[in-house]
């Protein structure tokens, strides 16, 4: 079991913008970080190296850690192993980075289209609790916008699950990768950070982020995610991350504060 302030064990499934910026934050922090992606360790050996990480299998990202980060493609969540957990502790906590983003990056997938959580889906498919986390920031706001504690305007994450224990854990290293946690409510509830949505990658403080959350309106936000192409059209040939905040505040129908 993991507690505040201790070194954690904590494997990593898919490095890329998202979960290798994690990992980087992590490693820094000073837990023991395991990175693995789908082709196997040879392909995360050089960042593993390059973040001061262990390069391993998936089956290595999860065994005898405290918390895995799993940040993949929903298709690549299909693909898991089926005893990919087997050997994984009792409370291991699984955070879930993914979004759904049919007819741009991922297949159509019907329960999802039919209402279900993003992350209940990914749940259902693992066979494991997950936590939603890390999700609703945009990767160069992650990797670069991140504060001290108690920094006016520090920008927020959303954390959605059921289990309070490894909510609580999430929100720790949302707060050590350098901003404030935001409680999201249960799982069920996590369609309130999903893509498109008031809480979606507009770099809010906590504040103005409890805000958008509460203003999400149940399935206004995949009417605007399918428009994306459209929406995408809007912005300069080279878009700044200023250009693509200043689009998410302006179609995610944000809150007032804004």
């Not at 490095?15 to 992590?26: D, E, N, Q, S, Y």
């Not at 209402?115 to 706001?141: C, D, H, M, T």
Request: with cysteine; net charge negative.
């Amino acid at each position: 079991m993991a507690y505040e302030g201790e070194t954690m064990e904590i494997g990593v499934i898919g490095v890329g913008a998202i979960g290798g910026t994690i990992a980087r934050k992590l490693s820094a922090n000073g837990h023991s970080v395991r990175v693995a992606n789908s082709r196997g360790p040879g392909a995360v050996k050089d960042f593993a190296g390059e973040i001061g990480a262990a390069a391993v299998d998936v089956y290595g990202a999860v065994k005898g850690a405290d918390v895995l980060i799993l940040s993949i493609p929903f298709p690549a969540v299909e693909k898991l192993p089926a005893d990919l957990f087997d050997a994984a502790s009792s409370d291991l906590v699984i955070i879930d980075t993914g979004n759904y983003y049919p007819d741009m990056r991922d297949p159509r997938i019907a329960e999802i289209d039919a209402g279900i959580p993003e992350s209940v889906w990914v749940s259902k498919q693992i066979g494991r609790p997950v936590i939603k986390a890390y999700n609703n920031i945009l990767a160069p706001s992650l990797a670069e916008l991140g504060q001290p504690e108690g920094s006016p305007g520090r920008l927020a994450v959303a954390v959605a699950g059921d289990d309070t224990r490894a909510k609580q854990i999430t929100m720790q290293l949302v707060n050590e990768t350098g901003f404030d946690p935001v409680d999201g409510g249960t799982l069920d509830q996590s369609w309130r950070q999903q893509p498109s949505t008031p809480s979606y990658c507009c770099d809010y403080d906590a504040e103005t982020m409890r805000e958008a959350l509460a203003a999400a309106v149940k399935g206004e936000a995949e009417k605007i995610r399918d428009n994306w192409k459209e929406i995408f059209g809007k912005l300069p040939a080279n878009p700044t991350h200023a250009d693509m905040i200043a689009l998410n505040r302006s179609v995610n129908t944000p809150p007032s504060k804004s």
